[in-house]
C-alpha cells in the first residue's frame, strides 16, 4: 500500500535544542497530519496541513510547535525550545482528500533528556 | 475525556477462531470509523474503514459492524492465524473536523497455535 516514511527513527537532544522531525508523505496526496503517542497512551491528534496552512491544531499542538512543508519537500514538525515532555513517538500520516482515510509512518521517537 | 474507548488490552486467541475486537464512541459527530493494525516499531496500517451511512462493511476475513445509537463499532476476524498477532487500534473521526482522528488506547492480540 502506500508508505509515508519518517527521518529520523530515534533522536535524542537536550532540553531547551531544537529539533525536526521528517515527513515524506505519499506522493499524490494533499492533508497531511501530526499525531503524538506518549508511552503508554493512546495516539493523539495534534496538527492537520492543507494548501499550505494549518486547519486545525490540538491543545497538545503548544506555541514552540510548528508545520510546514516548503515547496512540496518534506512535511515537518519542529518543536523549538524542546521540554522534556515533548518525549514522545511522533506519528506522520497523509490523505489524499479531505476524507479520513488516512496512512501512517512508522513514527519519530524523541527523547528530550 | 476519553472520546473512543477499547475495552480490552489484551486478547488471545486460537489459531482458526473467530475473534472480536470492540470499540466504544462519545461523539455524536463522528461518522467515519477505521481499525488499524501496527506491529513494534511499524506504521499503523489501515485495516478497514466505515463511513456512518452503513452498518457494516466486509474485506476478506475482516468485518467492521457499526452500530450507531450504541456508540459502538467492532472488528470480526475469521479464520484468526499467528500472523495477525498484532496491536490493534480503532479510531473515529468526524468531517466536520477537517479528519482529525481519535483513537483508542489499542487491543493487543495474540493469536496462538
Known amino acids: 500500500g502506500p508508505k509515508v516514511l519518517q527521518i529520523p527513527s530515534h533522536q535524542i537532544i537536550d532540553m531547551g535544542q531544537m529539533v525536526t522531525l521528517n515527513c515524506d508523505p505519499v506522493?499524490?496526496?494533499?492533508?497531511f497530519y501530526w499525531y503524538k503517542q506518549i508511552l503508554g497512551q493512546q495516539m493523539e491528534f495534534l496538527v492537520n496541513?492543507?494548501?499550505?496552512?494549518?486547519?486545525?491544531k490540538s491543545k497538545l499542538f503548544k506555541d514552540q510547535f510548528s508545520v510546514e512543508r516548503p515547496d512540496g519537500s518534506y512535511f515537518t514538525l519542529k518543536i523549538q525550545p524542546t521540554a522534556l515532555e515533548d518525549s514522545a513517538v511522533y506519528f506522520c500520516?497523509?490523505?489524499?482528500?479531505?476524507?479520513?482515510?488516512?496512512?501512517f509512518g512508522p513514527g519519530t521517537r524523541l527523547t528530550v533528556l | 475525556g476519553q472520546q473512543v474507548k477499547q475495552s480490552s488490552p489484551s486478547l488471545t486467541v486460537q489459531e482458526g477462531g473467530i475473534l472480536i475486537l470492540n470499540c466504544d464512541y462519545e461523539?455524536?459527530?463522528?461518522?467515519?470509523f477505521a481499525w488499524y493494525k501496527k506491529y513494534p516499531d511499524n506504521s499503523p496500517t489501515l485495516l478497514i474503514s466505515?463511513?456512518?451511512?452503513?452498518d457494516k462493511r466486509e474485506d476478506g476475513r475482516f468485518t467492521v459492524f457499526l452500530n450507531k445509537s450504541g456508540k459502538h463499532f467492532s472488528l470480526h476476524i475469521t479464520a484468526s492465524q499467528p500472523e495477525d498477532t498484532a496491536v490493534y487500534l480503532c479510531?473515529?473521526?468526524?468531517?466536520?473536523?477537517?479528519?482529525?482522528?481519535?483513537f483508542g488506547q489499542g487491543t493487543s492480540l495474540s493469536v496462538v497455535p
Open positions: 461523539n455524536d459527530m463522528f461518522d467515519y
Open positions: 479510531a473515529a473521526g468526524a468531517s466536520s473536523s477537517f479528519s482529525k482522528l481519535v
Open positions: 496541513f492543507y494548501n499550505g496552512k494549518v486547519m486545525e
Open positions: 506522493s499524490n496526496h494533499l492533508y
Open positions: 500520516a497523509s490523505s489524499f482528500l479531505g476524507g479520513v482515510e488516512q496512512y
Open positions: 466505515v463511513r456512518s451511512n452503513v
